[in-house]
Antibody, heavy 120, light 108 residues
Framework: EVQLVQSGTEMKKPGESLKISCKAS????????IAWVRQMPGKGLEWVGIIYPDDSDTRYSPAFQGQVTISADKSISTAFLQWRRLKASDSAMYYC?????????????WGQGTLVTVSS | ETVMTQSPATLSVSPGERANLSCRAS??????LAWYQQKPGQAPRLLIR???ARATGVPARFSGSGSGTEFTLTISSLQSEDSGIYYC??????????FGQGTRLEIK
């Protein structure tokens, strides 16, 4: 069974750094793009960016370029989303999802989400 | 950026009836259009890809149609478990791929 399991809820202060994870199982991790999607409280879905784990080819939405960093470690079948300096406006649910025909296509398997809360 | 506009914002339909959800793109996306269902507290679930191809395990009462800029998700014979928010996504013009703002489907 294809599965993406994300790291747990995070509560951080503005200015702190954060790295959340998404561990894949049930398929060849290196061969499929992994996307990150943001959902702010009560709002819709926003595509953050995407990575191809085999060669770490990464693409970002212009709205998120420079604000976050996407990475992957294929030795542990895990993708990451990180922030150097969090802002309150980064508070949201973040999903990772598999893109079977990337680098930009539909998302066929989703993680359960990681809730990030940034507050002083 | 391609803007996706969904209508209506909220739809209330009785069990057994049909629901038609619309999605309009600000420019042509060909058939590079997906539909997702999201229930409260859950991640989105892929329903339709390539405008009309049902994802694995999706019941046949879900169907998609359209191309270019106008798309429709039809749910025939609604069941109580079909309530939730439905999103369309275009993946023709990127970055970024973009989602509609969602249609909330309520079962009366």
């Amino acid at each position: 069974e294809v599965q993406l399991v994300q790291s747990g809820t995070e509560m951080k202060k503005p200015g702190e750094s954060l790295k959340i994870s998404c561990k894949a199982s049930g398929y060849s991790f290196a061969d499929y793009w992994i996307a990150w999607v943001r959902q702010m409280p009560g709002k819709g879905l926003e595509w953050v960016g995407i990575i191809y784990p085999d060669d770490s080819d990464t693409r970002y939405s212009p709205a998120f370029q420079g604000q976050v960093t996407i990475s992957a470690d294929k030795s542990i079948s895990t993708a990451f989303l990180q922030w150097r300096r969090l802002k309150a406006s980064d508070s949201a649910m973040y999903y990772c999802a598999r893109d079977p025909h990337g680098p930009a296509a539909f998302l066929d398997t989703w993680g359960q989400g990681t809730l990030v809360t940034v507050s002083s | 950026e391609t803007v996706m506009t969904q209508s209506p914002a909220t739809l209330s339909v009785s069990p057994g009836e049909r629901a038609n959800l619309s999605c309009r793109a600000s420019q042509s996306v060909s058939d590079h259009l997906a539909w997702y269902q999201q229930k409260p507290g859950q991640a989105p679930r892929l329903l339709i890809r390539r405008a009309s191809a049902r994802a694995t395990g999706v019941p046949a009462r879900f169907s998609g149609s359209g191309s270019g800029t106008e798309f429709t998700l039809t749910i025939s014979s609604l069941q109580s478990e079909d309530s939730g928010i439905y999103y369309c996504q275009q993946y023709k013009n990127w970055p970024p791929t973009t989602f509609g703002q969602g249609t909330r489907l309520e079962i009366k």
